[in-house]
T-cell receptor, first 118, second 115 residues
Framework: AQSVTQLGSHVSVSEGALVLLRCNYS??????LFWYVQYPNQGLQLLLK??????LVKGINGFEAEFKKSETSFHLTKPSAHMSDAAEYFC????????????????FGQGTILTVHP | SQTIHQWPATLVQPVGSPLSLECTVE??????LYWYRQAAGRGLQLLFY??????ISSEVPQNLSASRPQDRQFILSSKKLLLSDSGFYLC??????????????FGSGTRLTVV
């Protein structure tokens, strides 16, 4: 079974500082990896995803993530934090399943709450 | 384009009352459908998923049930709510026969408070 570990349930940064949210995965097959963002009382929104093309993936709102197979990591970064980045972030890995009724089941990490201070 | 609708947005229900949350998807056929729950400090918990009409798989034993009466409709129900059913419920969909490359698209969620 695949799994995801997000290191740090809470991360706090100053406005303008680098954002780094850590995600490590476990998978027996090449994974697909995702980052989602959730604002209070809203659904999850896809930020970016890795699907075995370029290892450096750029997403919305200036975020990017790098797939590092040797480290089994997919950390999310943003060079300069903005107040509007304050939210909860979820890393996820897909669990492909073969057969006629295959589907891609996502396994989510526990989430990291990002706080941005002025 | 595809859209997902989830309602109601908020709900306050007494203990022991029934529950029905509805989710519909537009713009696609035979989507994979999912119900998740977020309880405070417990991350995302997959409750049910469905790959077709009448096909429901349950991930955890609980007081809830799910049904898929139509291709793009997914309903979460309970006959008698418990306090522990409180939480934020999210519906999501993914393309049919997806092998994990597309990810999920989530609805806007329902905040359920059982009192």
């Amino acid at each position: 079974a695949q799994s995801v570990t997000q290191l740090g349930s809470h991360v706090s940064v100053s406005e303008g500082a680098l954002v780094l949210l850590r995600c490590n995965y476990s998978s027996s097959v090449p994974p697909y990896l995702f980052w989602y963002v959730q604002y209070p009382n809203q659904g999850l929104q896809l930020l970016l995803k890795y699907t075995s093309a370029a290892t450096l993936v750029k997403g919305i709102n200036g975020f990017e993530a790098e797939f590092k197979k040797s480290e089994t990591s997919f950390h999310l970064t943003k060079p300069s934090a903005h107040m509007s980045d304050a939210a909860e972030y979820f890393c996820a890995v897909s669990e492909s399943k073969g057969g006629g009724t295959s589907y891609g089941k996502l396994t989510f990490g526990q989430g990291t709450i990002l706080t941005v201070h002025p | 384009s595809q859209t997902i609708h989830q309602w109601p947005a908020t709900l306050v229900q007494p203990v022991g009352s029934p529950l029905s949350l509805e989710c519909t998807v537009e713009g696609t056929s035979n989507p994979n459908l999912y119900w998740y729950r977020q309880a405070a400090g417990r991350g995302l918990q997959l409750l049910f998923y469905s790959v077709g009409i009448g096909q429901i798989s349950s991930e955890v034993p609980q007081n809830l049930s799910a049904s898929r009466p139509q291709d793009r409709q997914f309903i979460l129900s309970s006959k008698k709510l418990l306090l522990s059913d409180s939480g934020f419920y999210l519906c999501a969909w993914s393309p049919p026969r997806d092998r994990g490359i597309y990810g999920y698209t989530f609805g806007s969620g329902t905040r359920l408070t059982v009192v």
